[in-house]
């Protein structure tokens, strides 16, 4: 089975930097998402890493280090519409996804 | 193009009563699979299916059947439903298994069972 653990809540102003961490514990893995849920709406897709290393897309970057079972997702220059939550999902070896429980990052002028 | 559709949007039902949630994708995705999200637990599989046909069990399949009779309709069953099943349902899909194949998602379903 996977245990996927990430923050509740995080708060930040407008413009900052906020970095979500993930931590998994795996029976197997095949690969890390990021997806970002606003309220009331479907999840959408926000990065994938399956090597260590920086991925990086626009204002969004997601890291990953296999040894540590460690990732995080890094938000620069936030905006009002990155309210959301954001869900730090595991694929195991089946290809299938078990995800965390989302953390809810609120952003304020 | 619609995407990955989901019906109906909400439903309040009895207990012990039969429903049907029904998902439509015309991406031509392989694989689709059913979600349940409630509060402070995330996204839970039920059932997934790697290719028509074929139907696998996830984490929490227990009460919930599905059926794959072709490649774009994904139902899934409550035989009798519990108020524990009170939850949102996400339906989604995947071109593929492995790689960067991101799963989309659809609209979603609110079902309260009462």
């Known amino acids: 089975g996977q245990n996927i653990d990430q923050p509740t809540e995080m708060t930040a102003t407008e413009g900052a930097i906020v970095q979500i961490n993930c931590t998994y514990q795996?029976?197997?893995?095949?690969?890390l998402f990021w997806y970002q849920q606003h309220a009331g709406e479907a999840p959408t897709f926000l990065s994938y890493n399956v090597l260590d290393g920086l991925e990086e897309k626009g204002r969004f970057s997601s890291f990953l280090s296999r040894s540590k079972g460690y990732s995080y997702l890094l938000l620069k220059e936030l905006q009002m519409k990155d309210s959301a939550s954001y869900l730090c999902a595991v694929r195991d070896n089946d290809y299938k996804l078990s995800f965390g429980a989302g953390t809810t990052v609120t952003v304020r002028a | 193009i619609a995407g990955i559709t989901q019906a109906p949007t909400s439903q309040i039902l009895a207990a012990g009563r039969r429903m049907t949630l029904r998902c439509t994708q015309d991406m031509r995705h392989n694989a689709m699979y059913w979600y349940r999200q409630d509060l402070g637990l995330g996204l839970r599989l039920i059932h997934y299916s790697n290719t028509a046909g074929t139907t696998g069990k996830g984490e929490v399949p227990d009460g919930y059947s599905v059926s794959r009779a072709n490649t774009d309709d994904f139902p899934l069953t409550l035989a009798s439903a519990v108020p524990s099943q009170t939850s949102v349902y996400f339906c989604a899909s995947s071109e593929g298994l492995a790689g960067n194949n991101e799963q989309f998602f659809g609209p979603g379903t609110r079902l309260t069972v009462l």
């Open positions: 795996t029976s197997g893995f095949n690969g």
